[in-house]
Structure formats: structure tokens, C-alpha cells
T-cell receptor, first 114, second 115 residues
């Protein structure tokens, strides 16, 4: 069975500071991993995905995530936060060879202070 | 492409009334998903379809909820009768040839308020 844990329901950073959003997963087979972003009053949008190619994945808006099998982690980072990054971020996992239906984490709200 | 289109964006209704939410997936996508989002429970998968056929409805909370997909370009989620605890944001999402590594494309959701 697959599961996702996002550590911290809220993360607060200053504009220009490093953004780090944590995601740990559980999967009995090699996973596919995703980060989605949700802006207020909108649906979720794909930020980036890991599909067993490079372990460091680059996404839109300067975000990237690193797949670490030994730590079962897929943390999302951005070197310098911008006010427009304030949103809800969701990590999701689906199992290759399984039902493929993704399991979503509870989400982390990113707050950016001027 | 216009993306996944949901209507209405907002729905306010009284307890006991029937509510119908609508979704038009992205053309050519084989899979369609209905999710519900609340502060308490996060994002919950209610039901999903493959080629217009319901595959798994185990997430549908109770018999008051029903979903249909009469053709590849239209799906509905119906609640009858509605209750205040159904208040949530309901999302529709579609995916192309879902093989686990295909992302979901979400609509902007319908915010349902049942008074």
C-alpha cells in the first residue's frame, strides 16, 4: 500500500529565503512521485514529477525536488521564495505496476512574508 | 486546450435539495476523477472512470452520492438529498492514458455550501 506524509501543515518563510517542503512516502514498489500546487480558488496544478529517470527533478517556477530512495523522501525546494509562491502544496505518490491511482498528502500551506 | 471545466463554480443550497455538479474533461483523456476537499479530511477520491465506465466508487460517502459519465466529454456528480456536512469543494480531474506517471489535470472546482 502507498502513503504520503507531508511534515508541517504550514511553513512560513521570508521573501528571498530558501523554501523547503517535506514529503515522505511509503510504497512497496518503485513509486511515481508528484508535487502539485494549489493557488486560492483554483484546482491543483502539476509542479513536477519523478518517474525513475534523474533523481533531481526540476519543475516550473524555479522549484525542484530530489528523490532519495534510502530516505523514502521527495522534498520540494526553491532557493529564493517569492510572494507569488504563497499557496498550498501537495505531494502525491502512485505505484508503478499497481492501481496507479495517486495518493495525496494532506498538503502544506506556504506563507511568504515580505 | 481549455482544460477541465467545472460548473457551477459556487453552489449554495438548502438541506434536502438535490445538487448536480458538472464536469467536462480535457478532450482525449481516458480517465476522469471526482475529488472532495475539506479542511478536516483533505483531498478525498470519491470515484473514477476509465473510458466512461466507473472503476472504483469506494470513496463515495453514501448512497446519497451518485456519479455518471454518459459520454467521453461529460460527467456529473449528484447529491440527493444534500446535507450540511456535504459542504466542501468538489474537484474533477482528468488524465491521459493513466499509467501512474501521467499527471492529473484538475478543474477549478465547485464550492458547495449546504445550509
Amino acid at each position: 500500500a502507498q502513503s504520503v506524509t507531508q511534515l508541517g501543515s504550514h511553513v512560513s518563510v521570508s521573501e528571498g529565503a530558501l523554501v523547503l517542503l517535506r514529503c515522505n512516502y511509503s510504497s512497496s514498489v518503485p513509486p511515481y512521485l508528484f508535487w502539485y500546487v494549489q493557488y486560492p480558488n483554483q484546482g491543483l496544478q502539476l509542479l513536477l514529477k519523478y518517474t525513475s529517470a534523474a533523481t533531481l527533478v526540476k519543475g516550473i517556477n524555479g522549484f525542484e525536488a530530489e528523490f532519495k530512495k534510502s530516505e523514502t523522501s521527495f522534498h520540494l525546494t526553491k532557493p529564493s521564495a517569492h510572494m507569488s509562491d504563497a499557496a498550498e502544496y501537495f505531494c502525491a505518490v502512485s505505484e508503478s505496476g499497481g492501481s496507479y491511482i495517486p495518493t495525496f498528502g494532506r498538503g502544506t500551506s506556504l506563507i511568504v512574508h515580505p | 486546450d481549455a482544460g477541465v471545466i467545472q460548473s457551477p463554480r459556487h453552489e449554495v443550497t438548502e438541506m434536502g435539495q438535490e445538487v448536480t455538479l458538472r464536469c467536462k474533461p480535457i478532450s482525449g483523456h481516458d480517465y476522469l476523477f471526482w475529488y472532495r476537499q475539506t479542511m478536516m479530511r483533505g483531498l478525498e477520491l470519491l470515484i473514477y472512470f476509465n473510458n466512461n465506465v466507473p472503476i472504483d466508487d469506494s470513496g463515495m460517502p453514501e448512497d446519497r452520492f451518485s456519479a455518471k459519465m454518459p459520454n467521453a466529454s461529460f460527467s456529473t456528480l449528484k447529491i440527493q438529498p444534500s446535507e450540511p456536512r456535504d459542504s466542501a469543494v468538489y474537484f474533477c480531474a482528468s488524465s491521459l492514458r493513466f499509467l501512474g506517471n501521467s499527471p492529473l489535470h484538475f478543474g477549478n472546482g465547485t464550492r458547495l455550501t449546504v445550509t
